[in-house]
């Protein structure tokens, strides 16, 4: 159990496009999705997190129009990256907590890796 | 800047021997603290954890144990196997929420 799914695992895209990335939390209902970004060699950084329902609330320095985050469903968040640029090529991580089990544990999902042309 | 800290990159074990990775922290707020571990292209899987009221918590071949005057937190892998070769990465969360903070990970090399 506590199975999260993330999709699409890679894409490539051109400089000015808008990029969807979706969490599917598969065998339970997440409570909070968070999302992180991670540079080569470097730590898992949070960027956001979302409670179904509501807005997300987002790190410092993390730009919000940027970064758009929808969390319509107990099982589904997605982040948006808009207008994307090269600076933006990263690797995007979403986990989520189980309501039913311990709230301190997240599962991951596999990750994204961007890549803007 | 970076909260929790993980100074090796990388780790070299024989088959049998103990693996210790090593993991520290500078906010004294942190009260909950994960390993997790990552093979390539998957995500993290949750290994162990421990909280700030326990000193020691044990599930098998892992043991984490935590230092709080030290802010300092290990895990002991003992036998090691093969596949216990990946990333592990330390994580601390504050008394005041859910947020996780990452190490930068360290890869782990268990040789037959």
């Known amino acids: 159990g506590a199975v999260v799914s993330q999709h699409p695992s890679w894409v490539i895209c051109k400089s000015g496009t808008s990029v969807k990335i979706e969490c599917r939390s598969l065998d339970f209902q997440a409570t909070t999705m968070f999302w992180y970004r991670q540079f080569p060699k470097q730590s898992l950084m949070l960027m956001a997190t979302s409670n179904e329902g509501s807005k997300a609330t987002y790190e410092q320095g993390v730009e919000k129009d940027k970064f758009l985050i929808n969390h319509a469903s107990l099982t589904l968040s997605t982040l948006t990256v808009t207008s994307a640029h090269p600076e933006d090529s990263s690797f995007y991580i979403c986990s989520a907590n189980n309501r039913h089990r311990a709230k301190n544990i997240q599962y991951f999902g596999a990750g994204t890796r961007l890549s803007v042309l | 800047d970076q909260q929790v800290k993980q100074n090796s990159p990388s780790l070299s074990v024989q088959e049998g021997r103990i693996s210790i990775l090593n993991c520290d922290y500078t906010?004294?707020?942190?009260?909950?603290f994960l390993w997790y571990k990552k093979y390539p292209a998957e995500g993290p899987t949750f290994l162990i954890s421990?909280?700030?009221?326990?000193d020691k918590n044990e599930d098998g071949r892992f043991t984490v144990f935590l230092n709080k005057s030290a802010k300092h937190l290990s895990l002991h892998i003992v036998p090691s196997q093969p596949g216990d070769s990946a990333v592990y990465f330390c994580?601390?969360?504050?008394?005041?929420?859910?947020?996780?903070?990452f190490g930068t990970g360290t890869s782990l090399t268990v040789i037959p």
């Open positions: 421990i909280s700030s009221i326990k």
């Open positions: 906010n004294s707020m942190f009260d909950y």
């Open positions: 994580a601390a969360s504050p008394n005041t929420g859910n947020q996780f903070y």
